[in-house]
């Protein structure tokens, strides 16, 4: 997750980067995705959680999360993200959210926006929620089709201006893949037409109930192309459009050449990813799961660290942060891409491919013989985070 206008210049996310920065150089938790339910009214058909209506055995009790907002508080975690599943459907969902709001802990929800209306979104503002992330594949019929429910795009556009009309941001999600590629700059244009702030761009994660589809995933010339529209559409007068990247941390080094080809100072933005990389596995960044299970990645459901149940912020966050200690192997290595710790690959498609966390990130966008990235970079020694000693 990388948001670039926020990275390499100002942003919607300024502040929100600012500090999860600052948590990292304190060895503490960075930003926290919770799914409080795995239950969802959706059927998506690339859900990397295969969610559905029925609520897991072991999760939390209400007691338990509770607790666990309190803990979170102590830990000094400074924004979660409350998701699922979809968020709203967990009985006491208005409960944790107000928790969160009072324990100082900045509350942003991710949801389907299926249950949004006006008194909704009236309290969602009232309990500090400056921003709202929801999901969009394309036009009406195309969308409703894959989330398997029809009705939901106009839904979703409802619930959109809704939110907006209150004072409170929405950033549109959607997954890169084949299927959505042709309707992808109709999606920006539909966050700029809808003042939504911020897009979410996902490449496609196999897993849940899109494992073993590979073959959907878009082609580095198709992620470069979208890249170089972001190089563009970023620097257009009265556009403040801010673009967040996830699942292809690539991306952030391929868009830095193009801003550095441009004369353009990215200092900021490569100095940011010394510390907190493109890739935010090991640097804090941690996702709990509805039945207390501490993730390095809220796309890698099976890889966890303990149970929070168990376990202390701390020890969570320590247990992370060795994950970041390690080297990544093949072309992501540091003898192979001076980009290794900016970028670090995707550590869970790695890990879906081979088992090896580390192994190398054979989506990436780059190669080696069109670097151009400034020889102080490659030459500036990387800071120990975390718990090093």
């Not at 926020?6 to 502040?15: D, H, M, P, T, Y």
């Not at 149940?309 to 701390?314: M, T, Y």
């Amino acid at each position: 997750m990388a948001h670039v206008r926020s990275l390499f210049f100002e942003g919607a996310a300024s502040e929100s980067e600012n500090k999860a920065l600052q948590a990292v150089k304190l060895g503490r938790p960075s930003s926290l995705i919770w799914n409080i339910t795995n239950r969802c009214n959706l059927k998506c058909n690339h859900c990397y959680m295969a969610a559905d209506a029925h609520t897991l055995p072991d999760q939390l009790t209400d007691d338990e999360c509770m607790d666990l907002v309190k803990r979170m508080s102590e830990a000094k975690v400074p924004v979660a993200f409350l998701s699922g599943g979809e968020p709203m459907m967990r009985e006491n969902f208005w409960e944790i959210l107000e928790a969160v709001a009072a324990s100082g802990v900045r509350p942003t929800i991710s949801t389907n926006c299926t249950f949004i209306d006006e008194k909704s979104a009236k309290r969602l503002k009232e309990n500090g929620v400056r921003w709202v992330a929801t999901s969009m594949y394309g036009p009406e019929k195309f969308h409703d089709d894959m989330v398997g429910v029809p009705g939901t795009h106009a839904r979703v556009v409802e619930a959109i201006k809704t939110l907006r009309k209150n004072d409170v941001g929405v950033v549109l999600k959607t997954a890169l893949t084949k299927e959505t590629w042709n309707y992808i700059f109709d999606i920006i244009q539909m966050c700029k037409d809808l003042d939504c702030g911020m897009i979410y761009i996902c490449d496609l994660i196999t897993s849940g109930r899109s494992e073993g589809e590979e073959d959907l995933r878009v082609t580095t010339q198709q992620w470069r192309e979208l890249c170089d529209f972001i190089v563009e559409d970023i620097q257009k007068p009265g556009n403040d459009l801010d673009y967040d990247i996830g699942a292809i941390p690539s991306v952030i080094p391929y868009i830095a050449e193009k801003f550095i080809e441009q004369g353009i100072d990215v200092h900021k933005g490569l100095d940011r990813l010394q510390i907190f990389s493109a890739c935010p596995v090991g640097k804090g960044h941690m996702t709990i799961n509805s039945e207390g299970g501490v993730m390095a990645c809220q796309f890698a459901q099976d890889w966890t660290v303990g149970n929070i149940r168990e376990i202390s912020f701390a020890e969570a966050t320590s247990r992370l942060f060795e994950i970041d200690k390690k080297e990544s192997k093949g072309q992501c290595a540091p003898e192979k891409c001076e980009y290794s710790r900016i970028c670090r690959g995707c550590r869970v498609k790695a890990w879906q491919r081979t088992g090896d966390t580390m192994e190398e990130d054979i989506s990436c966008i780059l190669h080696p013989s069109e670097r151009k990235i400034p020889t102080a970079y490659s030459e500036k020694a990387i800071p120990c985070q975390g718990s090093c000693g």
